[in-house]
């Protein structure tokens, strides 16, 4: 199966890029990637993408501007257009983020009144902080929509040596959860804030890279399947 690139396009009147990984199975689950803080990491993600991939998804990873004076809110919204474009039925697109991707997506699907009436199939979060409020979407944080938070499946994936969005904030958001009747399951990686996403972090770089080997390689392949799983492919 090829799990190259099959396209990158603009997605934005600015310009922002989105890579299209896959396959190119017209019945393949779509799964839309939200990349964290770093301005337009979308390379950042690309091995996590195409082991997704590899598993027999569509994956649709976006460029966005958080550092954007709008904190990238458009980006997010438009890639979220392009998804529901892009797919037959956009009721079946998984919704992923990572750091503050991942709070974002989790905000956007459990939010009361979802875009356009739409909503994911699937959420997962990937090393994010769930009890902050989300500004880029001017949302109220996960934690705090707990109560109300629709029916739909809800999984949550985390470094316990994650020093950036420490483990135990998904531990809280996982049991407010489960206080409300939600049961979301937490995969515990061992692993860092960037090897949660098969990622890691280069000094001389100052920022990340899709990791070849290592504890985040394999680590991040556990992510690959908690994405695949929520597509609802088959786990071998």
Same mark, same amino acid.
């Given at each position: 199966?090829?799990?190259?690139?099959?396209?990158?396009?603009?997605?934005?009147?600015?310009?922002?890029?989105?890579?299209?990984?896959?396959?190119?199975?017209?019945? !393949?689950?779509?799964?839309?990637? +939200?990349?964290?803080?770093?301005?337009?990491? =979308?390379?950042?993600?690309?091995?996590?993408?195409?082991?997704?991939?590899?598993?027999? !998804?569509?994956?649709?990873?976006?460029?966005?501007?958080?550092?954007?004076?709008?904190?990238?809110?458009?980006?997010?919204?438009? #890639?979220? %257009?392009?998804? +529901?474009?892009?797919?037959?039925?956009?009721?079946?697109?998984?919704?992923?983020?990572?750091?503050?991707?991942?709070?974002?997506?989790?905000?956007? !699907?459990?939010?009361?009144?979802?875009? &356009?009436? +739409? =909503?994911?199939?699937?959420?997962?979060?990937?090393?994010?902080?769930?009890?902050?409020?989300?500004?880029?979407?001017?949302?109220?944080?996960?934690?705090?929509?707990?109560?109300?938070?629709?029916?739909?499946?809800?999984?949550?994936?985390?470094?316990?040596?994650?020093?950036?969005?420490?483990? &135990?904030?998904?531990?809280?958001?996982? #049991?407010?959860?489960? #206080?409300?009747?939600?049961?979301?399951?937490?995969? &515990?990686?061992?692993?860092?804030?960037?090897?949660?996403?098969?990622? *890691?972090?280069?000094?001389?770089?100052? %920022?990340?890279?899709?990791?070849?080997?290592? #504890?985040?390689?394999?680590?991040?392949? =556990?992510? !690959?399947?908690?994405?695949? *799983?929520?597509?609802?492919?088959?786990?071998?």
């Amino acid at each position: 199966m090829s799990t190259a690139i099959l396209d990158t396009v603009r997605y934005t009147s600015d310009g922002q890029l989105l890579d299209i990984h896959g396959a190119a199975a017209p019945d !393949a689950p779509t799964v839309l990637l +939200w990349h964290g803080r770093g301005p337009a990491e =979308r390379d950042v993600l690309g091995g996590l993408a195409a082991a997704v991939a590899r598993l027999g !998804a569509t994956v649709l990873v976006p460029d966005w501007r958080p550092d954007a004076p709008d904190g990238g809110r458009p980006h997010l919204a438009a #890639s979220l %257009r392009f998804a +529901w474009d892009f797919v037959r039925d956009p009721a079946r697109i998984v919704l992923v983020g990572w750091s503050l991707g991942g709070r974002a997506a989790m905000a956007t !699907a459990l939010q009361p009144n979802p875009p &356009e009436g +739409w =909503r994911p199939a699937a959420v997962v979060g990937i090393a994010a902080r769930y009890n902050q409020p989300e500004p880029l979407l001017a949302l109220p944080s996960p934690m705090d929509v707990c109560a109300t938070a629709p029916p739909l499946p809800i999984h949550l994936v985390h470094g316990t040596a994650d020093k950036v969005c420490a483990f &135990e904030n998904a531990h809280a958001f996982q #049991s407010v959860l489960a #206080s409300h009747g939600r049961q979301a399951p937490l995969t &515990e990686l061992g692993t860092d804030h960037a090897g949660a996403v098969m990622a *890691e972090y280069v000094l001389e770089l100052g %920022r990340c890279r899709p990791a070849q080997s290592g #504890s985040p390689f394999r680590e991040g392949l =556990r992510t !690959a399947h908690v994405i695949a *799983e929520a597509a609802g492919l088959p786990q071998k």
